[in-house]
């Protein structure tokens, strides 16, 4: 049974979807990990598969890390469908130790399987905490997880090769959510460098208000300027408030923080209550001089929760959007809006 179930590459048609072998040998591995397990009653109707049975040791014996016992099990399956994953769990239990080159060639030779994405990126987490930094420098550069990205600056900062590295860092710093502790050394270092700018830090807190994490910000309003403070403080205050007193800002000075507070706080406050965003844009356009882009960005978010809100003023609300600014969401909304208004001038 087990031989109608192949799904090897070697077996695959020429341009075969890699997904698909994927999931193909995922379930293959189930089934036969799943079959050696069969209760004894159900075994002696067929007689023991003796390359599953060795499989299935084998299998226990990397997981556990007994190196002996593994070797000799999978010295007789060399030529089995599925040793390859033998050989995955046998890395992974090893990948702290194990020579780079051998790692690296045996993900390069399997990189459609399914277990390749995750070893890499178990396997180059180890190095970093390993400090192994020759390896990580040869071989993690160009991964997308932070943790794997920090430990590799990392790594650049201790072989004295830091060039160009300082906006890496500020990118990895300048997000809306905290980074893992491998990314610690990498920000210290960030900072000594002086490029822990009051600029840098205030696009961290915008980014961390847009991500809905707003006690980020009471951990990164140290790294603005004393005069600056107050801008974090309002921004919390409208937070806490759900931005329905965003008419407020009308009594601020025009400056960039105005503007990212309130274009923020429109669309937020759009989202529960479109009528009133729409009045206090009305009693800040003028006051705050968004940009054109910014402030088309407002006028289509407010029309299109008016339109998810069934809202009386949609259709004005529609029109008052600038061309630039409609994006296909929003003129879904809008034939939808003018269809169950019966407005067909609208719709067309």
């Given at each position: ?5 192949r ?7 020429a ?19 799943a ?9 002696a109707?067929?007689?023991p598969?003796p ?6 040791q ?18 007789g399956?060399?030529d ?16 702290a ?39 990580l ?20 900062i ?41 600029q840098?830090?205030?696009?961290r ?8 994490n707003?006690?980020?910000?009471l ?53 529960s ?40 003023d ?20 809008w034939?939808?809006n ?11």
């Amino acid at each position: 049974m087990i031989n109608q179930f192949r799904c090897a590459k070697q077996a695959a048609p020429a341009g075969a979807n890699r997904r698909a072998r994927k999931a193909c040998r995922r379930v293959l591995l189930v089934l036969m990990l799943a079959l050696s397990w069969l209760p004894s009653a159900s075994q002696a109707a067929a007689a023991p598969d003796p390359q599953l049975q060795a499989f299935v040791q084998a299998w226990e014996a990397a997981r556990r890390g007994d190196r002996a016992r593994f070797e000799q099990l999978k010295s007789g399956l060399g030529d089995y469908l599925l040793y390859p994953y033998l050989q995955y769990e046998d890395y992974r239990f090893r990948r702290a130790t194990l020579d780079a080159a051998e790692m690296a060639a045996f993900l390069d030779a399997h990189a459609d399987w399914a277990f390749a994405a995750g070893l890499k990126k178990a396997w180059l987490k180890a190095l970093g905490e390993r400090q192994r930094w020759d390896d990580l420098i040869q071989y993690a550069g160009n991964h997308s997880d932070v943790e794997i990205r920090c430990h590799w600056a990392r790594a650049r900062i201790e072989k004295q090769d830091t060039e160009g590295l300082l906006p890496v860092a500020q990118q990895l710093w300048a997000v809306g959510q905290s980074q893992p502790d491998a990314c610690d050394p990498l920000f210290d270092w960030m900072r000594k460098q002086g490029g822990l700018t009051p600029q840098l830090a205030w696009l961290r807190i915008r980014r961390a208000m847009e991500a809905r994490n707003p006690r980020l910000t009471l951990y990164l309003a140290r790294f603005v300027d004393s005069q600056d403070r107050v801008w974090v403080e309002r921004w919390q205050q409208q937070d806490r408030q759900g931005y329905t007193r965003i008419d407020q800002a009308r009594h601020w000075p025009d400056q960039p923080q105005a503007r990212d507070i309130t274009q923020f706080g429109l669309k937020h406050l759009a989202r529960s209550d479109a009528d009133r965003a729409w009045h206090q844009f009305g009693q800040l356009d003028g006051s705050i001089h968004w940009s054109d882009e910014e402030r088309g960005s407002i006028l289509s978010e407010i029309a299109l929760w008016s339109a998810v809100a069934h809202a009386a003023d949609t259709s004005s609300r529609m029109h008052a959007v600038p061309e630039a600014a409609r994006n296909d969401r929003m003129l879904e909304w809008w034939a939808r809006n003018g269809l169950a208004t019966g407005n067909w001038a609208d719709v067309i």
